[in-house]
């Protein structure tokens, strides 16, 4: 019979590339990998991955046999998510990825009702930006996941997967208290052509934001420092030595010498959404968290 891990070993390589990222991707060593293809191989009497140069590919018959494992997989999760759980009792461990500052505004509460609550859920959360989860979700390697999108930069969205959208979150100007902008009621992109920026980092969703809002004008923002944290932009904007976009989920109590002002043209706003795998729709788990996420959302 072939072993269930086997598949989701051969289904990672495929994925990933390379056993070392497949590896990594699952959590186990290069060589823990390596034994689960050689015994997949040794179930099946033909080879699954063949050489190449300093990689690996999968052969034909690998790649067939990766792709009926995916839906093997994927109807032993949906069954072990609702049919063998008691959908009264969320229990189990759920990996999350979310992004930074959904970890602040609405993980970190939405950890402390499970708390208060009592369910038998052990979630662990990874901070990932908004692609980079739902690549996750995708693979299995999380069960859930906290994402966003700005109407000028759209996600991808997987067949396989279920993306709710919860909230919007809108971005604010943070300009020092001294700065001729501070006293506006608000801003369009044309007032911030000659400012100096900080910025997510390249390829960030919220780096493309940025620059999606000057490009009807034709400019690109002048970004001086490139940084993936929201709390560095702020302290940057407080040496007065450049202005941010900072989104109002997760973010800190400002510095007296800050000043938000709001951006009315375009409106920065962003979409948070919950994704799963539809595999995973009816999982207890899954959905109570999903419940205590979109509550909170709804509070802020």
Partial sequence: MIDTGALQALAAVEHHGTVAAASEALGFSPSAVSQQIKKLERQTGFPVLERRGRGVLLTERGMALAAYGRKLLAELEELESTLLTDPTKPQGRIRMAAFSTACRGLVAPMLAA???????????????????????????????????????????????????????????LLVHRSHPLAAREAVGAADLLDERWVSSTRGAICHEALLRIFADLGRVPDIRVYDPDFATHVALVEQAVVVALVPRLGRPTLPEGVVAVPVDDPLPARRVGIVHRRTMTGSPGIQHVARLLRAIAASR
Avoid: K, N, T
């Avoid at 499970?114 to 979630?123: P, S």
């Fill in 114 to 172: 499970l708390a208060a609550d009592g369910a038998e859920l052990d979630v662990h959360v990874l901070a990932e930006d908004p692609r980079e989860a739902i690549a996750r979700v995708a693979a299995a390697e999380a069960d859930i996941g906290i994402v966003h999108d700005w109407s000028s930069v759209p996600l991808p969205e997987p067949e396989h997967l279920v993306l709710e959208w919860i909230c919007e979150d809108v971005a604010d």
